[in-house]
């Protein structure tokens, strides 16, 4: 089993940066597709950025494209979600999950951390 803590979270105002760390204790985290989801108060869980399964290639949601980057230093079995020119839309709580394979939906995810409290608000 993987477990994850997730931090960086907090309240920034428009067009600001937050970075969000997810380290993955457990397992080879190498192994793992990671991604970030996000769930706003109200609405299901979406997606918002991953790897492949095979680390190679990242793919984000058409609603973060250009502003978020996804990364992963498999030293430290950290992934990051480096978010920049964020908006009030962009206000949830964000998720990293792993998953053998990768995906864009939840379900395709086997584990999951706690979740950390973005707010986007002036």
């Known amino acids: 089993q993987v477990q994850r803590s997730e931090s960086g979270g907090g309240l920034v105002q428009p067009g600001g940066s937050l970075r969000l760390s997810c380290e993955a204790f457990?397992?080879?985290?190498?192994?793992?597709?990671m991604g970030w989801f996000r769930q706003a108060p109200g609405k299901e869980r979406e997606f918002v950025a991953a790897?492949?399964?095979?680390?190679?290639?990242?793919y984000y949601a058409d609603s973060v494209k250009g502003r978020f980057t996804i990364s992963r230093d498999n030293a430290k079995n950290t992934v990051y979600l480096q978010m920049n020119s964020l908006k009030p839309e962009d206000t949830a709580v964000y998720y990293c999950?792993?998953?053998?394979?990768?995906?864009?939906?939840?379900?395709?995810?086997?584990?999951w951390g706690q979740g950390t409290q973005v707010t986007v608000s002036s």
């Open positions: 457990g397992r080879t985290f190498s192994r793992y597709a």
């Open positions: 790897f492949s399964w095979s680390g190679g290639n990242t």
């Open positions: 999950a792993a998953s053998f394979f990768g995906g864009y939906f939840p379900n395709e995810y086997d584990y």
